[in-house]
């Protein structure tokens, strides 16, 4: 499924970068062809019912939230990171 992104979303992603200790932001991906057959219907199903789930069991156990990096941005504390251990 292609991503097809609104005007704002970079301006939308960036904002959240004012608190320094963000590390990465994702915006909501949203297929746009969920209601064109039976099959696109059970993907967003499957998608969305997966997600849920998956997020809520990261929760429970305290784990760190799952990141789609399909619709997001890391921050400068991500990079920054990354560039050090790179480094190594």
């Known amino acids: 499924m292609p991503t ?3 005007k704002d979303v970079i301006r939308e992603l960036v904002m959240a970068f004012v608190d320094p200790e ?3 932001v994702m915006g909501r991906v949203v297929p746009r062809n969920n209601a064109e057959s039976l099959l696109t219907r059970l993907l967003a199903l499957e998608r969305s019912g997966g997600y849920q789930v998956d ?6 156990l305290d784990l760190f939230p799952q990141y789609g990096g399909r619709s997001g941005l ?4 991500v990079l920054d ?8």
Request: charged fraction near 15%; proline fraction near 4%; charge should be positive.
């Open 55 to 60: 997020q809520q069991a990261r929760y429970n």
């Open 74 to 77: 890391p921050g400068s504390v």
């Open 4 to 6: 097809i992104h609104r």
């Open 81 to 88: 990171s990354a560039a050090s251990m790179r480094s190594r």
């Open 22 to 24: 963000v590390g990465a």
